[in-house]
């Protein structure tokens, strides 16, 4: 779980997610664009590839390859662990 919190910490992971959430199945250029576009961040492919590493890692992004192209989608299942050992009552 510390995997988790340790991505969604992150401002940029964030604004990455959200994109995910937007627009699911983005490439690594697309997803850098969009950022630059939407959220003003200027930050290198290197970077945002650092970013959706982490992401990979927590299981909030899946990746699936296309010829040459990678295609980043958002996995909110690691995000159930949350709810369910925190439930939220009415």
């Known amino acids: 779980m510390s995997a988790l919190f340790k991505a969604l910490v992150d401002p940029t992971r964030r604004a990455i997610l959200d994109e995910l959430t937007d627009k699911d199945g983005q490439t690594l250029f697309e997803i850098c664009s969009r950022l630059t576009m939407k959220h ?37 299942g690691p995000l159930r662990s949350i709810i369910e050992r925190w439930p939220i009552n009415p």
């Open 40 to 76: 003003g961040l200027g930050s290198s492919r290197q970077a945002i590839s650092q970013h959706l590493a982490v992401l990979e890692e927590a299981g909030l992004v899946t990746t699936r390859r296309e010829g040459r192209y990678k295609f980043h989608h958002l996995d909110t």
